[in-house]
């Protein structure tokens, strides 16, 4: 590692953040290309984002990450925000400008996009109907990068109707509709999108309560839970034979935008960096 008293600085605020995996994945890059920097964890309490964000600029960071739970508490910390930022309505990237300025984005959505590319080059997300589980944070981000990338419909279904009722009219396109969250299973019919946005299926999480009998088998099945890596809902999709997109990739691809703001290169997602990212497991 190349660390000298000029070294650039960033980091991820969070709290918890012992179990972030975006040290790993940053200080991958930083060691690839021999940059003279640091990507540091910063464990923040809600009730002191304020204070600890201020001070960031006065220790000399370039930048920072955002994760759980001050995305939102970054929407009213920043000096600009970008406008994905403002549709999805949370900050995960912030640049500081030499003056001190934040510059608050959001690439969730650029991740969650990118990693289907990657991972699903041959998959036209235009070609039908999108069905997300989910309108949480992560939901908000995947919607927009959904419909970014031009699909036709996007059915939203969650737990509580009136969160995805709220995600719907916060994002306003008229390409969003909302179904009842107890029986999505039965919607399946023309959906060739399927994206699982919440923590169920997760370890430590309940399961996901699903049926994919009446799934396109040429459908796309995506989950944004990457512990496990295969998701039940990954593994059912690939034996009946569904193209299907693992969630670790997302996490993969957002961080590209900070890191090349922050330390002046264009870093890019290979196998080596997803097995090193995923080696912490
Ligand atoms: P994130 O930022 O990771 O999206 P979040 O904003 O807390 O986290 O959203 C979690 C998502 O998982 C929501 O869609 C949530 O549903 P509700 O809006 O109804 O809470 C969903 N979720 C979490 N636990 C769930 C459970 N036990 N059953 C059904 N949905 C659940």
């Given at each position: 590692m190349r660390l000298t008293g000029a070294a650039t600085l960033a980091g991820v605020i969070g709290?918890?953040?012992?179990?972030?995996r975006s040290p790993r994945l940053h200080g991958y890059w930083l060691e690839h290309h021999a940059v003279d920097g640091a990507y540091v964890p910063l464990a923040v309490p809600g009730d002191a984002i304020e204070q600890a964000v201020r001070a960031l600029p006065l220790l000399g960071f370039r930048g920072f990450n955002v994760t759980v739970p001050h995305k939102l508490a970054l929407m009213g910390l920043c000096t600009v925000l970008d406008d994905t930022a403002r549709r999805i309505g949370a900050v995960n990237t912030v640049v500081i400008d030499a003056d001190g300025r934040m510059r608050g984005s959001n690439t969730d959505a650029f991740g969650f996009i990118e990693n289907l590319r990657d991972r699903q080059?041959?998959?036209?997300?235009?070609?039908g109907p999108a069905l997300m589980i989910g309108a949480g944070g992560a939901a908000r981000a995947v919607a927009v990068a959904l419909l970014d990338a031009g699909v036709p419909a996007l059915q939203v279904t969650n737990r509580s109707q009136e969160r995805a009722e709220k995600l719907r009219t916060d994002i306003g396109d008229r390409r969003l509709s909302v179904v009842d969250g107890?029986?999505?299973?039965?919607?399946?019919?023309?959906?060739?999108t399927l994206v699982n946005t919440t923590s169920?299926?997760?370890?430590?999480a309940p399961p996901l309560d699903f049926d994919l009998?009446?799934?396109?088998?040429?459908a796309l099945v995506s989950d944004i839970?990457?512990?496990?890596?295969?998701t039940d809902l990954l593994k059912q999709a690939t034996a009946r034979g569904n193209p299907t997109v693992d969630g670790i990739g997302m996490l993969l691809h957002q961080a590209r935008a900070g890191f090349r703001q922050w330390f002046g290169i264009d870093p890019t997602v290979d196998t080596a960096l997803r097995d090193h990212v995923l080696s912490d497991q």
């Open positions: 709290w918890p953040i012992a179990h972030s080059p041959g998959h036209d997300v235009t070609a107890n029986n999505w299973s039965d919607r399946l019919g023309g959906v060739a169920l299926g997760m370890h430590g009998g009446l799934l396109d088998p040429a839970v990457y512990t496990p890596l295969e």
